[in-house]
């Protein structure tokens, strides 16, 4: 076997590819499977499901989700899975469906038919109509399971009546409602329970669930211990609360559509159930010593009648007698305790088994499907498995017969169907042989010769009838049948069985031998209720209690006895069946791994036991026989095609021939492989695993080419994108930056525009400007300011003298630079009319005045005295004198200056008088007795003068040394008109000699004196001012020192 096929799954998912195939190899690969959690496993297309006894998590929404999305064989195998298939057959393919769910008590069929509700509901139709419907059918469950399921010692929670339900669904696959069958609820429980096991659920809800007020109006106590139907023993079950199961009942029952007043009516009646039972029978005698019997406590009774409207003593009479009617007459006989005790709990079994199938009634009104459109089925059986208890008896053997009704229908639908099909497919196939109940079923519900129709006809038949006649009359037909045994057969073939007791008969079921035992069949299959019971209960004001038992209207009683509870069940079997056979069947095998409910055991004696009588192995052979694979040439070209170039990636031709190309390909050998008309089928597992193996890697490659590809795409796209995005980005960008720019130099243009154009037109308009005009008047009042200053001056004009400076003040300051220059240029232009008036000896007279303030000014003191004085220059009247005037010599030109001055001696200091004429050429000195003139000296002689500063008239003529005059000495003379006579002296020697004539102003200076030098000193005597008095005296031979006064 290819084990890297197995690494990803636990066993085979599929026994079919099971090898080697045998019970051991099944079994082991079940129980491998089961240790793993993985507690499904297919046969084709059947589940066979291993019951986990714990919660796994491999159910809910996603797990919904996931298998909703996937094909049968692409997941693991799941009931979702098949849920599935047999959903979307009958939505897509308009196929009814039916879920045939079978196995032992407390194999999960329960669970497994709830979970398939489940899933079809999670994936059937939305919207508010749909999902209310989908609510009741879901919530039918609580109610039936409380009603119906009980605590056994196989399964707490164990259903005690078969149920089949149609879920009834439109066009669309969307759920209308539904149909609920139930079959023989399991009634005796009511009455008595086995050690260890409970009563039905409902009674223990009711007495933890019901809250004080409610308990009190059913007249119940809460200790369910008061109450003889309830097993004393086993009050709680691990794991199941009562009290909120009840409250859950309740909501289940509001959602289902059940009114409170019948909720509160189906209580009632329940209790009224609990009540019975603890009704006490006692011995009474009558009169003809017969004995009879009553009722110990009437409370008891008496609260029954209160709590369902009932006369308590009708209700005594009708438990503790009973009346014979005949054509002619009415005979009342007593009852014996033994007997009313039998009548009270026939009752107690009548009405709970009633009330179960209103309820059920009741329901189905709910969840009937009203329209009249066409409608799709999908059929969930939920039933009771095989029975093989230590004491069989009437139960066990219908539930048995049923069980064989269904392995027909099993072996009709599945294993005959798996012939047929070779047969339609056209392929040459040898038969193999499997073991077909049908003689068994025959054996039992032959409609002459079946074990029910003698029941039937013992119940029927007049005079003593027994169970043991019953059992003769078996013995007596079916000493010869194979799968028929007992006592008698087997004394008759010399069999020696010490496990048959006498009482007993023994079937040969498919699944095994179950020896039954037949006390009580007669009376079970008669059901018979006592008249005076039913028209009893009749008469209750109760509306459901009373609508229980129709047949106790005295108006409708017919004395034809009602159809026996064997032929009742033939009868829904039978209806059932034909339910089936219309229908496409998925199968669910419920196995139970152990007798403990207890999770991760895995008994394989129990398991084969099962897997034997569910016939697991012969399923898994018979589709094997022939080949272990079969797939429509679609679906098998669609998941292998991948494995050949020639229908990858595309093929166009038929499907068969597309099979037959990859087949070729893969070089499959012909034994291996076999064309149907429809379907191609495979031999050997190791094929098919050799097939899938080849796609694992075939995917593997796909994948990573289509990863290749796809990445490869994606980055593409993605590049693309972003290329596109980024050209996208910076054209918007650019063009915005653009736009930006030319926005800004725009503004910016129209700014200096706007600022140029303003500046132009400010500019022309500047003039109209207010600030304009006030420059403008500025300009003209400073102007008539002006020419109003200049005109007043005008008029004001001081004198032309020279000598007035005066001048009129500015009138405003910033006139004073302009009125000075004006002052100014008035003063010079006086000056220049007065110096045009100046004859040319006043001119001259002026000059030598200037001349004078050159040389004197601020120098000698006597000089301001001087200025006023006109120089006369001749002072000894010499143009009168004409003797005078010889002095002058033969010289030309006129005298310049003639003055008589004081010569002082230089040796004693002494003065002399002395006339003294300036001409242009000479200074001329002579004595005032003489006219002839004595010292004549030559004007460029004269090397400088020297004066003082004082007032007086001394002055020094220093006569240059290399003259002739010169040997005489320096000249020191007292001048009247010392001013005069210098600045005459200077001009005539400037004249002459262009030299200007160095005048010293000095108080000490030395002359010469024959060949040496005197130092004079002047010194300002006391006197001051006044006269100019000049005394001069010698110091020694070489210092002559000068007084001024
Ligand atoms: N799939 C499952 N997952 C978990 N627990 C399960 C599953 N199936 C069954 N069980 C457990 O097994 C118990 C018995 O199951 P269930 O009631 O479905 O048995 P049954 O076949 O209906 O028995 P009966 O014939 O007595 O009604 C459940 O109460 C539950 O605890
Ligand atoms: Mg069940």
Not at 114 to 134: D, F, H, P, R, T
Not at 167 to 194: A, M
Not at 723 to 734: E, G, H, M
Request: hydrophobic share 35%; glycine share 6%.
């Amino acid at each position: 076997m290819d084990m890297a096929f197995l690494e990803s799954s636990i066993g085979v998912e599929d026994l079919v590819l099971l090898e080697p195939l045998e019970e051991e190899s099944l079994l082991k690969n079940l129980q491998l499977r089961y240790e793993n959690k993985e507690i499904y496993t297919y046969i084709g297309n059947v589940l066979v499901s291993v019951n986990p006894y714990q919660e796994l998590s491999i159910y809910g929404p996603e797990f919904i989700a996931k298998y909703q999305d996937y094909t049968f064989y692409e997941l693991k195998p799941h009931i979702y899975a098949l849920a599935n298939v047999a959903y979307q057959s009958l939505r897509d393919q308009d196929r009814d469906q039916c879920i045939l769910i079978t196995g032992e008590s407390g194999a999960g069929k329960t669970e497994a038919s709830k979970l398939v509700m489940s899933y079809v509901a999670a994936v059937c139709g939305k919207g508010e109509q749909v999902n209310s419907v989908k609510e009741q059918l879901l919530q039918s469950n609580p109610v039936l399971e409380a009603f119906g399921n009980a605590k056994t010692i196989r399964n707490n929670n164990s259903s005690r009546f078969g149920k089949y339900m149609d879920i009834e669904f439109d066009f669309k696959g969307s759920p209308l409602g539904g149909d609920i069958t139930n079959y023989l609820l399991e009634k005796s429980r009511v009455v008595k329970q086995l050690e260890g096991e409970r009563n039905f659920h409902i009674f223990y809800q009711l007495l933890a669930g019901a809250d004080a007020q409610l308990l009190k109006a059913l007249k119940l106590e809460r200790d369910s211990s008061g109450y003889t139907y309830l097993n004393r023993e086993a009050p709680r079950v691990d794991g199941m609360d009562d009290a909120s199961n009840f409250k859950a009942l309740q909501s289940a029952m509001i959602v289902i559509g059940f009114s409170e007043e019948e909720f509160r009516q189906v209580l009632e009646v329940t209790a009224m159930v609990l009540k019975l039972g603890n009704v006490e029978l006692a011995d009474e005698f009558q009169a003809n010593g017969v004995p009879a019997s009553g009722i110990r406590d009437g409370r008891g009774v008496q609260e029954i009648g209160e709590l369902v409207g009932l006369n308590s003593v009708e209700l005594e009479r009708a438990l503790c007698s009973r009346t014979m009617e005949t054509a002619k007459e009415k005979v009342v006989t007593a009852l014996s305790v033994i007997q009313a005790q039998y009548a009270r709990d026939a009752l107690a079994k009548n009405i709970y088994s009633r009330l179960f199938n209103w309820i059920v009634t009741r329901i189905n009104e709910s969840i009937k499907v009203d329209t009249g459109e066409k409608k799709k089925v999908m059929g969930v059986l939920d039933i009771y498995g095989f029975e093989i208890l230590e004491d069989n008896s009437f139960e066990q053997f219908v539930i048995n017969y049923c069980n064989e009704k269904l392995q027909q229908v099993f072996i009709e639908l599945t294993l005959k169907e798996e012939q047929e099909e070779y047969k339609r497919e056209g392929i040459p196939w040898t038969k193999v042989d499997y073991f077909d109940n049908g003689i068994i079923c025959d054996l039992i519900e032959h409609n002459q010769r079946g074990i029910l129709a003698m029941l039937d006809e013992e119940c029927l038949r007049p005079g003593v009838v027994s169970d043991s006649t019953f059992l003769a009359k078996l013995n007596q037909l079916f000493s010869k049948h194979e799968h028929y045994e007992s006592k008698v057969t087997q004394n008759a073939q010399r069999q020696y069985d010490h496990s048959m007791g006498l009482r007993c008969f023994r079937i040969c079921h498919y699944a095994g031998k179950v020896t039954y035992n037949v006390n009580s069949f007669i009376d079970k299959n008669n059901d018979l209720l006592f008249r005076d019971l039913s028209q009893a209960m009749w008469k209750a004001r109760h509306p459901l209690l009373r609508s229980l038992f129709p047949e106790g209207d005295p108006k409708q009683a017919s004395l034809k006895r009602p159809p026996t509870a064997g032929a009742q069940f033939k009868s829904s079997v039978a209806i059932l069946m034909k339910n089936l056979y219309s229908k496409n069947p998925n199968y669910i095998r419920c196995i139970k791994p152990n007798e403990h409910q207890r999770r991760a055991q895995f008994s394989s004696e129990l398991v084969a036991v099962q897997a034997r009588y569910l016939g697991l192995l012969e399923n898994v052979r018979v589709r094997r026989a022939g080949y272990a694979y079969r797939q429509a040439y679609g679906a098998f070209l669609e998941r292998y095609r991948l494995l050949s170039r020639s229908t990858w990636p595309r093929w166009n031709g038929g499907e068969r021939e597309g099979v037959e190309k990859v087949l070729g390909d893969l070089s499959m050998s012909s034994e291996e492989r076999a064309f149907g008309k429809t379907k191609i089928f495979i031999r050997s597992p190791k094929a098919l695993f050799y097939l899938e193996e080849q796609r694992r890697l075939r995917l593997q490659q796909l994948a990573t080419l289509i990863q290749k590809m796809y990445r490869g795409w994606r980055c593409r796209i993605h590049y693309q994108l972003m290329r596109k995005s980024q050209i996208l980005i910076s054209s918007w960008f650019r063009g915005n930056m653009q736009r930006k720019r030319y926005e800004k130099m725009k503004a910016s243009a129209l700014l200096i525009q706007a600022f140029v154009r303003g500046w132009k037109a400010r500019k022309n308009y500047r003039k109209y400007f207010r600030s304009g005009a006030a420059l403008t008047l500025a300009n003209f009042i400073y102007r008539s300011i002006a020419q109003k200053f200049l005109l007043r001056l005008k008029d004001n004009l001081p004198s032309t003298s020279i000598l007035d400076k005066t001048w009129p003040a500015a009138p405003y300051k910033y006139f004073s630079t302009a009125n000075h220059e004006l002052q100014k240029l008035f003063y010079r232009w006086k000056c220049k009319k007065f110096r045009d008036r100046l004859s040319p000896k006043q001119v001259e007279t002026l000059r030598e005045k200037l001349c004078a303030s050159e040389l004197f000014k601020g120098k000698k003191a006597s000089y301001p005295q001087s200025v006023p004085i006109p120089f006369y220059g001749d002072y000894i009247g010499l143009q009168e004198s004409p003797k005078l005037q010889q002095l002058k010599g033969g010289e030309e030109g006129p005298v310049l200056v003639a003055e008589t001055v004081m010569k002082v001696n230089r040796g004693n200091g002494k003065t002399s008088s002395r006339i003294l004429l300036l001409t242009k050429g000479h200074v001329i000195i002579t004595d005032t007795k003489n006219s002839q003139p004595k010292t004549v000296i030559a004007l460029d002689s004269v090397a400088r003068v020297s004066v003082t500063s004082f007032k007086d008239g001394l002055f020094s003529l220093h006569l240059s040394e290399l003259s002739s005059v010169g040997s005489k000495g320096d000249f020191l003379l007292v001048s009247e008109h010392v001013v005069e006579l210098l600045t005459k002296m200077y001009r005539a020697v400037l004249d002459a000699t262009q030299r200007q004539l160095p005048v010293t102003v000095t108080e000490e200076f030395s002359v010469r004196f024959k060949e040496s030098s005197v130092a004079v000193k002047v010194i300002q005597g006391p006197g001051g001012g006044g006269k100019r008095k000049l005394s001069c005296k010698k110091k020694g031979s070489r210092c002559l020192e000068v007084t001024v006064q």
